[in-house]
């Protein structure tokens, strides 16, 4: 079977091409690398021991994307690529619309001419309207506080749109809550540009020494101890999770939302106490006002993906913080051994 990952260079991409080539998919990834690096091919490729593909190609190059599908033969596609900034896309709302739902239209589009007509899309929790109370589950009204969450809900609704229109097409709409953690070997991990805006990304930076000290935004929400509640999931699990959802959606038609979480929220404070753990050090911390926009806890039903799809998460916040931290320590290396 012949998957293209857009996006497949990015965080979740990159660990969702081992999982499924590992376990015996063909793996094209197209990406522009903005948000990523060309060499995350190479330790994608030295994870596997196997080829992994790569076209280069903004997906908002409707002819660029077209002869991508000429020259290969897919069965599915997993659409990851996008921005995910979410205080970004309230400064630069157009950019946000433009590149991920032109580049979502042209992507059907493409499939469509070549008779591809399944989908596993990258959506997210921040797809439920905020006043929803908690756990969130996949039918609970949606909607959106920045632009970025509306790009998902928008493109939830097109998928939807697309398979209600033609009966055969099938989408899978993965409903991801936090992702953290990065491969075992520390050969692959999350990357972002400049200082994180995430708490994980940020907590690495800050054990690692790049960064002076955690700012914790607010210890005054109605949570056990006041910091804000998140349903942290290894990205290996996630991984896992759209090669569960690329086996359910092969005989099935229609548009199917599942929530990838664990069901457990953990509080910045557990966060930061299960990282010291693995680092062996009290990170610095200072508590500042909360952060405009946040909600005290998020945290998934996981119950729909564990009956339809099989999926239970595996690994627990010690691995999440585990992998993240040996990450941190082997990202320099690994960028130096396949710098091109
Ligand atoms: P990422 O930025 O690491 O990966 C996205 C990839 O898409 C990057 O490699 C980028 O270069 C590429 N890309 C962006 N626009 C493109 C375009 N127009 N054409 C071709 N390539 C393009 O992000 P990620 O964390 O791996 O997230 C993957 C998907 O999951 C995104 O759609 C994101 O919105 C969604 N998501 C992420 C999280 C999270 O916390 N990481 C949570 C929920 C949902
Ligand atoms: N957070 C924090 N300091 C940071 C980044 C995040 O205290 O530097 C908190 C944030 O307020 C939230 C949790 O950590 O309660 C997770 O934030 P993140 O941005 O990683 O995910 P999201 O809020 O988008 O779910």
């Known amino acids: 079977m012949s998957v293209l990952l857009t996006g497949g260079a990015g965080f979740i991409g990159s660990h969702t091409a081992v999982v499924l080539i590992e376990s015996g998919y063909d793996v094209v990834v197209l990406d522009n690398f903005s948000n990523s690096k060309p060499s995350v091919i190479g330790r994608i490729e030295q994870i596997t021991g196997k080829p992994c593909p790569c076209e280069e190609a903004d997906l908002s190059d409707g002819p660029l994307v077209d002869a991508v599908f000429r020259r290969h033969d897919f069965d599915a596609v997993v659409h990851f690529a996008g921005f995910k900034a979410v205080g970004e896309s309230v400064e630069k709302p157009r950019e946000y619309y433009e590149n991920n739902l032109i580049g979502t239209l042209r992507l059907i589009e493409a499939m469509t001419r070549r008779g591809v007509k399944r989908m596993i899309f990258s959506s997210s929790a921040t797809v439920y309207r905020a006043d929803n ?3 969130y589950y996949e ?14 809900v928008m493109i939830e609704r097109i998928l939807c749109d697309v398979c209600a229109a033609d009966p055969g097409w099938g989408a899978a709409l993965l409903r991801y809550f936090n992702p953290i953690g990065a491969h075992p070997s520390g050969r692959i991990g999350e990357d972002p540009n400049g200082i994180p805006n995430n708490l994980l990304p940020y907590v690495s930076k800050v054990a690692g020494g790049e960064l002076p000290l955690l700012h914790i935004f607010g210890d005054d929400y109605d949570t056990p101890d006041g910091t804000g509640v998140r349903d942290y999931i290894h ?4 991984a896992r999770g759209h090669l569960l959802a690329l086996g359910y959606m092969r005989d099935r038609r229609g548009a199917f939302p599942f929530n990838l979480g664990t069901g457990k929220g953990y509080s910045v404070r557990e966060v930061v106490a299960a990282f010291e753990k693995v680092c062996g050090r009290a990170l610095p911390v200072r508590v500042d006002p909360r952060r405009p926009g946040d909600l005290p806890s998020v945290y998934a039903n996981a119950d729909r993906a564990r009956k339809e799809l099989g999926f239970t998460a595996r690994l627990g916040l010690d691995e999440m913080c585990a992998d993240a931290w040996r990450w941190q320590k082997r990202r320099e290396e690994a960028d ?5």
């Open 133 to 135: 109370p908690v756990p």
């Open 336 to 340: 130096g051994a396949t710098a091109e």
């Open 235 to 238: 990205v290996m699990d996630l």
């Open 139 to 152: 039918d609970f009204p949606l909607g959106a506080t920045n632009p970025y969450g509306w790009t998902k």
